[in-house]
Nanobody, 127 residues
Framework: QVQLVESGGGLVQAGDSLRLSCSAS????????LGWFRQAPGKEREFVAS????????QYAVFMKGRFTISRDNAKNTVYLQMNSLKPEDTAVYYC????????????????????WGQGIQVTVSS
């Protein structure tokens, strides 16, 4: 049984940093592209960042503007999202996701490309 479990969320003030972690089990971690998405109240789930199987390729949503960094540790079956300079508009439930690919270089940016999802974790940024 595949499980993705997010951790590291919480309540912070604007300008603070958080690092989200997502630990995976039940799959061959290095065979999957990993991604982060988020969903704010009343809004659709949106792409945040993705990292290739090897970690050599990454892609970010435009609104990240260099504030977020995705990384992965294949030895620990964990993907991270470092979030700096947080803004109130970053408040959302953040989800990690895993998508199986044959290429070690590609990233995935659409919801339908992912096979497995975590349960989500709340990030709240106060002004």
């Amino acid at each position: 049984q595949v499980q993705l479990v997010e951790s590291g969320g919480g309540l912070v003030q604007a300008g603070d940093s958080l690092r989200l972690s997502c630990s995976a089990s039940g799959l061959t971690f290095s065979s999957y592209v990993l991604g982060w998405f988020r969903q704010a109240p009343g809004k659709e789930r949106e792409f945040v960042a993705s990292i290739s199987r090897s970690g050599g390729s990454t892609q970010y949503a435009v609104f990240m503007k260099g504030r977020f960094t995705i990384s992965r540790d294949n030895a620990k079956n964990t993907v991270y999202l470092q979030m700096n300079s947080l803004k109130p508009e970053d408040t959302a439930v953040y989800y990690c996701a895993a998508g199986r690919t044959t290429s070690t270089l590609i990233v995935l940016t659409t919801i339908g490309s992912y096979d497995y999802w975590g349960q989500g974790i709340q990030v709240t940024v106060s002004s």
